[in-house]
């Protein structure tokens, strides 16, 4: 058999290389196992929920594994509510707070990357100095004072033989990434909040105009028993007991107009204005679309579509490769460093032949005892990974609990519409009839009033079940992750909108976000903002180091 050569020189540069490209200590990232359920309720959802006559009753369907359009917000068709949320994409503070986070996560990780390449620094001095002849055993000699010129290249280069650089770069390419969806989640939170709080604000509009017509008619009731009282027709305590009635109507009008103002402050901020300034827009509930049709992600898809899950397995990756670099910092480390310049009294001579001074140097450094320092640090980038795993998990069980809220709760709310409306059906037809019998002499005023009253009362309770079916259809679409992915560019300014990652199931048709207009993903805005919330592997041994 014929014997292959062994070269020394040849050997050395594969030694070389496998020195210089290194290895990662890292444990291999594997994500944590969920569930494999493909629903998030424990009941098959209904094709659609129930329905109704009048705003806000129709019914609403269900599409599984149907896209969400960037601007998903448009499916509520309201010109005034597009454009307080391009305002606000434009001028919210905390979305460009969440920019400039972003910003600074991305500085930090050309930091590091840089500082894994090698360093060269231009060295020029100048210096003064004096030294004595005792030193060299010649006590009697004089001092001797001269001046010396000296300018050098020096070359260091720390070579990551076992992935400490490599791993301090992924560490924060993974924190650069969660950076980018909490972005995507404060845009999300504050695009949801601004359609929950003027969802809010029409409805306690409404709430206050029925409510002043309540007590508008309770007023007259009480006219009616003063008079009764006077001629000395009725008792004493049915004025006191309507009196009572008047009252708690019209304390209950000022605590609504108290929310009313505080909801409007909130609009503002959410737009980046100061309360103080005058806020050109009101909604009504008559002008805001019910969406009659609601994506519902697979739990596979939205764990690939939902920012802050995004963001919990970058962290994840993130404590990873910690344990990676930990565990290289208990492994030798070596050095390279070079210096090529010129030492000369006189600076004329710099960098002449006799001036010239070079050096190169390896050092290799093995940490032999740091007293537990080293690997009580691995073991406790392990715990953090630990913590970072389960944080994921329950992340991931927080959104799946979100969406199946927000289904249920749709469910609900048509089916809680359809018997206000019911009632208010009711309310309405004894309210003509009491006009009729009243008009006809056959009942008094006061239970014409009486009518009326129940009739306002049923309007209340209609109102409210109306602005919840609006806001839950708004909830499903935050739950579910808003859209992000389509947006065809970055808003000016803001990081790139990176789509799932591939393992995701391809997502179908794209919810329309205008009935007249294809299922495109919608422009992007101009500009950007974290928003309050809305209503709303196996790890290495331990060395001994």
């Given at each position: 058999?014929?014997?292959?050569?062994?070269?020394?020189?040849?050997?050395?540069?594969?030694l070389?290389?496998?020195?210089?490209?290194?290895?990662?200590l890292?444990?291999?990232?594997?994500?944590?196992k969920?569930?494999?359920?493909?629903?998030?309720?424990?009941?098959?959802?209904?094709d659609?929920?129930?329905?109704?006559?009048g705003?806000q009753g129709t019914?609403?369907r269900?599409?599984?594994?149907?896209?969400?359009?960037?601007?998903?917000?448009k499916?509520?068709?309201?010109?005034?509510?597009?454009?307080?949320?391009?305002?606000?994409?434009?001028?919210?503070?905390?979305?460009?707070?969440?920019?400039?986070?972003?910003?600074?996560?991305?500085?930090?990780?050309?930091?590091?990357?840089?500082?894994?390449?090698?360093s060269?620094?231009?060295?020029?001095?100048?210096?003064?100095?004096k030294?004595?002849?005792?030193?060299?055993?010649?006590?009697?000699?004089?001092?001797?004072?001269f001046?010396?010129?000296?300018?050098?290249?020096?070359v260091?280069?720390?070579?990551?033989?076992?992935?400490?650089?490599?791993?301090?770069?992924?560490?924060?390419?993974?924190?650069?990434?969660?950076e980018?969806?909490?972005?995507?989640?404060a845009?999300?939170?504050?695009?949801s909040?601004?359609?929950?709080?003027?969802?809010?604000?029409?409805?306690?509009?409404?709430?206050?105009?029925?409510?002043?017509?309540?007590?508008?008619?309770?007023?007259?009731?009480?006219?009616?028993?003063?008079?009764?009282?006077?001629?000395?027709?009725?008792?004493?305590?049915?004025?006191?007991?309507?009196?009572?009635?008047?009252?708690?109507?019209?304390?209950?009008?000022?605590?609504?107009?108290?929310?009313?103002?505080?909801?409007r402050?909130?609009?503002?901020?959410?737009?980046?204005?100061s309360?103080?300034?005058?806020?050109?827009?009101?909604?009504?509930?008559?002008?805001?679309?019910?969406?009659?049709t609601?994506?519902?992600?697979?739990?596979?898809?939205?764990?690939?579509?939902?920012?802050?899950?995004?963001?919990?397995?970058?962290?994840?990756?993130?404590?990873?490769?910690?344990?990676?670099?930990?565990?290289?910092?208990?492994?030798?480390?070596?050095?390279?460093?070079g210096?090529?310049?010129?030492?000369?009294?006189?600076?004329?001579?710099?960098f002449s032949?006799p001036s010239v001074?070079?050096?190169?140097?390896?050092?290799?450094?093995?940490?032999?005892?740091?007293?537990?320092?080293?690997?009580?640090?691995?073991?406790?980038?392990?715990?953090a990974?630990a913590?970072?795993?389960?944080?994921?998990?329950?992340?991931?069980?927080?959104?799946?609990?979100?969406?199946?809220?927000?289904?249920?709760?749709?469910?609900?709310d048509?089916e809680?519409?359809?018997?206000?409306?019911?009632a208010?059906?009711?309310?309405?037809?004894?309210?003509?009839?009491?006009?009729?019998?009243?008009?006809?002499?056959?009942?008094?005023?006061?239970?014409?009033?009486?009518?009326?009253?129940?009739?306002?009362?049923?309007?209340i309770?209609?109102?409210?079940?109306?602005?919840?079916?609006?806001?839950?259809?708004?909830?499903?679409?935050?739950?579910?992750?808003?859209?992000?992915?389509?947006?065809?560019?970055?808003?000016?300014?803001?990081p790139?909108?990176?789509?799932p990652?591939?393992?995701?199931?391809?997502?179908?048709?794209a919810?329309?976000?205008?009935p007249?207009?294809?299922?495109?993903?919608?422009?992007?805005?101009?500009?950007?903002?974290?928003?309050p919330?809305?209503?709303?592997?196996?790890?290495?041994?331990g060395e001994?180091?």
């Amino acid at each position: 058999m014929k014997r292959t050569s062994f070269y020394p020189a040849r050997f050395g540069a594969m030694l070389c290389s496998a020195l210089l490209a290194g290895c990662s200590l890292a444990p291999e990232f594997v994500l944590p196992k969920l569930s494999d359920s493909t629903g998030y309720t424990e009941n098959a959802l209904p094709d659609e929920t129930a329905s109704t006559e009048g705003a806000q009753g129709t019914a609403q369907r269900f599409a599984v594994e149907q896209d969400i359009a960037a601007q998903w917000w448009k499916v509520f068709e309201s010109e005034p509510l597009n454009e307080l949320i391009t305002r606000a994409l434009k001028n919210s503070p905390s979305l460009q707070a969440a920019e400039a986070r972003l910003k600074q996560a991305q500085e930090s990780l050309a930091v590091q990357e840089g500082s894994s390449l090698p360093s060269v620094d231009i060295n020029a001095r100048r210096s003064r100095q004096k030294f004595s002849s005792a030193a060299f055993g010649q006590p009697n000699n004089p001092s001797n004072i001269f001046t010396l010129y000296n300018a050098s290249i020096d070359v260091s280069y720390g070579i990551d033989i076992f992935g400490k650089l490599r791993g301090a770069v992924e560490s924060l390419e993974a924190e650069q990434e969660a950076e980018r969806y909490r972005y995507e989640a404060a845009y999300l939170a504050l695009t949801s909040n601004i359609v929950t709080t003027a969802v809010q604000e029409a409805s306690l509009r409404a709430q206050i105009t029925e409510r002043e017509a309540m007590l508008a008619l309770a007023r007259e009731q009480l006219s009616i028993l003063k008079a009764q009282l006077a001629l000395g027709g009725i008792s004493q305590q049915p004025v006191l007991a309507q009196e009572t009635s008047v009252a708690q109507l019209a304390g209950s009008i000022p605590s609504l107009q108290q929310l009313l103002a505080q909801t409007r402050n909130q609009l503002a901020i959410l737009i980046g204005q100061s309360p103080g300034e005058p806020l050109d827009v009101t909604f009504d509930l008559d002008a805001l679309h019910l969406p009659e049709t609601l994506p519902v992600s697979l739990p596979s898809q939205l764990v690939e579509q939902r920012p802050d899950i995004k963001a919990s397995q970058a962290l994840l990756r993130a404590a990873n490769a910690r344990i990676g670099v930990a565990t290289a910092n208990m492994l030798p480390q070596l050095t390279l460093t070079g210096s090529y310049g010129s030492t000369t009294p006189n600076a004329s001579d710099l960098f002449s032949a006799p001036s010239v001074i070079w050096n190169f140097a390896t050092g290799l450094t093995q940490p032999l005892f740091r007293g537990g320092e080293l690997l009580h640090r691995k073991r406790g980038s392990e715990a953090a990974y630990a913590q970072a795993d389960a944080e994921y998990r329950a992340t991931v069980l927080t959104a799946f609990a979100n969406v199946s809220d927000s289904l249920t709760a749709l469910q609900y709310d048509a089916e809680t519409l359809k018997e206000h409306a019911a009632a208010a059906q009711a309310a309405a037809q004894n309210k003509d009839l009491a006009t009729t019998q009243y008009e006809s002499g056959s009942i008094s005023q006061l239970a014409l009033l009486d009518a009326q009253r129940n009739y306002q009362q049923s309007q209340i309770a209609l109102i409210q079940a109306r602005a919840a079916r609006l806001a839950d259809s708004a909830a499903l679409f935050q739950a579910l992750g808003g859209g992000w992915w389509n947006r065809d560019a970055p808003d000016a300014g803001t990081p790139d909108a990176t789509p799932p990652s591939e393992t995701a199931p391809a997502p179908q048709e794209a919810v329309s976000a205008e009935p007249t207009e294809s299922t495109k993903p919608a422009e992007p805005e101009t500009s950007l903002e974290e928003a309050p919330s809305a209503p709303q592997a196996t790890l290495p041994a331990g060395e001994t180091k």
